[in-house]
């Protein structure tokens, strides 16, 4: 009744029929699956690969890290401060000579092992970094706890290198592979102590693939001939900091708006952030000339810029004997054109500070106080001077965010950002020519205005906090030590695309003009965006959303 269905076949060959012809063709077929579904069985028994390749893909939830030695498993959030040595080693290690995080060279042995560390630390955790070592090491595990691998082993019998996290000039770890690395970072973990390594991975974008980036900050584009200033990253002395994850930071704020707020260092800040993100998903422009908003239409996440140079009320109607057009700064009245905007937004990245250099009164409960650059009458003594003033602006911008009947979100502070004029001052020949990666212990040069400046700021962060009345959070980046090392990541001369422009000392020493406080892009600054995700991540992953 029924035709046999058939399958066309190449000319030549006989039509093949669409069922089997016998029943032992279907036995055979049966046996021949059911071997090979035992044999598949076996396989995975022995050597299971799921979790390894979701370890792959996604990183390790779940606080636990294989150490592919004989299956070993270490679970981090019950065995803090041991230093682990990872087997997951390249099969042919780098021949490369290694660099400490002081640029010095380390002399290796014949065996390819470091022979000695460097004796002269990056920053004060006293912990120095090689740029390649034939292993990965993780100190975010430490004291005295040995895992058996050939190279800890090998390291062992070394006498001149120690692998345990309490000797203080034991060689740093180099950064870990991305799947291991994000598994590491320890939510405890003090971010902002520890050393700088150079990457020779590089930076994750470059200025030819940003099309945001302020001109004076394009160093590379403004024929600066130098490139390692953007390889160095940092690394916490006892967890490890991913590079920033652009698809992780969209999908951590989905839904969300960051509002970067201050003056021209903030907007240093933003734009790096935009060109890490610009790297996944180019946004849509959806600013104005009071705010600057970007939009990720995958995500719906918000970009924000405000510029707000003191983060306090400004006016520059007269007052008492300070006359028109003179600036009077309101110490003790949020600025209202970011404050207007505040219950809108869920995460806040707030910094400022250098314009308190810049001429100003100094204004409290409408009573002039003090000024900058300014003070006519000399009869008068001055209450506070511009370091009094910046900690008691920062106390009242972050009180009126803490204290807001309507905002719930994180605000995150970022501190004083160091500049790096050796020498004198912006306008007074202080420069940061010539310096190509950063600086070590010994070659640090201190701070006193910025020293002074980042202490003010911390003690108004403290002041705010115990004023807080509302839901939200609010977490202090404090990048200043860190970043003091850093003489290498400022534009220098190389402010302009201007063929023309000095770039060198003149005949009598004297520098040519410069930028030593803003960040070369890509440089530094994309690790303050790395810290912000991490912030952010230890807030709010696994979360659905902010708090309400």
């Not at 396989?43 to 299956?71: C, H, Q």
């Not at 040069?445 to 002074?452: H, M």
């Amino acid at each position: 009744m029924f035709k046999a269905m058939t399958l066309a076949s190449p000319r030549g060959f006989p039509t093949m029929s669409a069922f089997p012809r016998s029943l032992s063709s279907i036995a055979v077929s049966v046996g021949g699956l059911a071997l090979f579904l035992i044999f598949a069985s076996c396989l995975l028994l022995s050597y299971p690969i799921g979790s390894t390749v979701r370890g792959y893909f996604y990183g390790d939830d779940s606080g636990k890290m294989a150490l592919w030695d004989n299956e070993t498993i270490i679970d981090t959030r019950l065995v803090d401060n041991v230093d682990l040595v990872n087997k997951n080693l390249p099969a042919n290690p780098s021949s490369k000579v290694p660099i400490s995080s002081s640029g010095q060279l380390i002399d290796s042995g014949t065996d390819g092992l470091v022979n000695e560390p460097a004796k002269v630390p990056l920053s004060s955790s006293n912990i120095t970094q090689e740029e390649e070592i034939s292993s990965y090491v993780s100190s975010n595990i430490a004291d005295n706890v040995e895992i058996a691998s050939p190279l800890s082993m090998a390291l062992k019998n070394n006498s001149d290198v120690t692998v345990t996290g309490s000797n203080p000039t034991s060689p740093a770890s180099p950064s870990l592979p991305e799947d291991v690395g994000t598994s590491l970072v320890d939510s405890g973990c003090d971010l902002y102590h520890g050393s700088w390594f150079y990457d020779s991975s590089g930076p994750s974008y470059t200025n030819n693939t940003c099309p945001i980036l302020t001109q004076m900050q394009n160093c590379q584009g403004n024929g600066r001939p130098d490139k390692e200033y953007e390889n160095w990253r940092w690394k916490p002395s006892q967890c490890d900091l991913p590079k920033f994850d652009a698809k992780k930071f969209l999908e951590l704020m989905r839904g969300k708006t960051l509002a970067f707020i201050g003056d021209s260092v903030a907007r240093n800040q933003m734009e790096s952030m935009l060109c890490l993100l610009w790297q996944v998903e180019v946004p849509k422009n959806r600013g104005n000339r009071k705010m600057q908003r970007w939009h990720f239409k995958s995500t719906s996440v918000m970009i924000v810029r405000i510029w707000s140079s003191w983060l306090v009320h400004q006016t520059t109607e007269p007052l008492d004997f300070a006359p028109e057009g003179v600036v009077k700064l309101h110490l003790d009245v949020p600025d209202n054109v970011f404050m207007e905007h505040i219950p809108t937004f869920d995460v806040v990245v707030l910094s400022s500070g250098h314009w308190f250099a810049k001429q100003s009164v100094y204004v409290l409960k409408n009573e002039i106080v003090g000024g900058q650059l300014w003070w006519p009458d000399k009869s008068r003594p001055m209450k506070i001077n511009n370091i009094e003033a910046f900690g008691i602006s920062v106390e009242t911008s972050l009180a009126a965010l803490v204290t807001h009947p309507n905002y719930t979100g994180l605000t995150i502070v970022r501190s004083f950002s160091p500049d790096h004029y050796e020498g004198g001052a912006w306008n007074t020949g202080g420069s940061c020519t010539g310096k190509v990666r950063p600086a070590s212990a010994g070659d640090l040069v201190e701070n006193g205005f910025t020293n002074i400046m980042h202490e003010k700021q911390v003690m108004g962060f403290d002041r705010a906090i115990k004023k807080a009345t509302n839901k939200s959070k609010l977490r202090l980046m404090d990048i200043t030590e860190a970043f003091g090392y850093r003489h290498d990541g400022h534009p220098g001369p190389y402010r302009s695309p201007d063929p023309n422009k000095i770039t060198q000392r003149g005949p009598d020493g004297k520098p040519p003009p410069q930028d030593c406080l803003h960040w070369c892009m890509p440089g530094p600054v994309d690790t303050w965006n790395e810290f912000v995700l991490e912030i952010i991540r230890r807030e709010f992953n696994g979360k659905e959303s902010f708090p309400s």
